[in-house]
């Protein structure tokens, strides 16, 4: 019972319920300021630092159930406008991925419902044995993309198979994605706040302009 009850705890700092009073991210409220939102951590950052006018404060290690992750908050002009979680993993099995991947989808889909898209694009179909108007039309989905078909974590690797599902509501947009390049694969979810969008987008536009 004991077990049941940490990954309960665990999760739901990962996963609040989406709702206008419950937070957008872990503990945090979009808008908040880097110093509201570094009160509602227990532990110190790890690491600080700016990209394209943007202030991106990182934690971790840290679990999410049995995987290891980093969480990040990104601020634009001191204000909180999204947040991601990072699976920090080192399989030497590339199926291993897609096992990670199919782990956290029901968790989110405990907390926030079916994703409103569900998508495995295929961009090569050099790896498989279907042709790639099968894999478009028979395993067009990532939740039905699973650990045990041949070479899909190669096809990721290899920048040819990208999985994602979005969730939202009026307040956050939720993107679960997998995907590779030069033989690195990246599994991350994305928050982003709906309403900050446009703001977002106007200060790192600022930012390249300024450079």
Known sequence: MRKILLVVIATSLFFPALGFSQP????ATWGMT???V????????SEVHSSNGETIVEYGPLKMGALDVRVLYIFAKDKLVRGRVLFVADHSEANDFIADFQVIEPLLKEQYGKPGDDRAIWVDDSTQDETKNYLDQDRATATGILPSDRFVGLAVALGHLKLYTRRNNERTEIW??????????THEIDYHSVSLEAFEKQVRDE?????
Do not use: Y
């Open 24 to 27: 957008d991210f872990r503990k």
């Open 34 to 36: 880097q110093a509201q």
């Open 38 to 45: 570094t009160a509602t951590e227990p532990a110190h950052p």
């Open 176 to 185: 679960h994605t997998l995907w590779g390049v030069d033989n690195g694969i």
């Open 207 to 211: 930012s390249t302009k300024a450079n």
